[in-house]
Nanobody, 118 residues
Framework: QVQLVESGGGLVQPGDSLRLSCAAS????????MSWVRQAPGKGLEWVSS????????YCADSVKGRFTISRDNVKNTLYLQMSSLKSEDTAVYYC???????????WGQGTQVTVSS
């Protein structure tokens, strides 16, 4: 069965860096568009960044542009999110999500908490 397992979250100070990972299994990872989505306390889901199956294109939200970088390793079946210059407003649960054949996200991980606080 499809599994997405995020890791790498934690408590960091403003300005710090952090790298999130999402280990994928149960499907052909290299064939699928993948994304990171976050949910801040008391708020709805916010799309963060996406990457094509072959890494040929990446996209990110304006709120993280220039600070976050999405990447993937199709040999290790792992999605990454490198986060730098973290701000308090980046505090959220971060989820990786797989885009299905009909265009919507059909599988999500359990999430990893990122807390940015001094």
């Amino acid at each position: 069965q499809v599994q997405l397992v995020e890791s790498g979250g934690g408590l960091v100070q403003p300005g710090d860096s952090l790298r999130l990972s999402c280990a994928a299994s149960g499907f052909t990872f290299s064939s699928h568009y993948m994304s990171w989505v976050r949910q801040a306390p008391g708020k709805g889901l916010e799309w963060v960044s996406s990457i094509y199956s072959d890494s040929s294109n990446t996209y990110c939200a304006d709120s993280v542009k220039g600070r976050f970088t999405i990447s993937r390793d199709n040999v290790k079946n792992t999605l990454y999110l490198q986060m730098s210059s973290l701000k308090s407003e980046d505090t959220a649960v971060y989820y990786c999500a797989k885009k299905g054949v009909f265009g919507s996200y059909d599988y999500w991980g359990q999430g990893t908490q990122v807390t940015v606080s001094s």
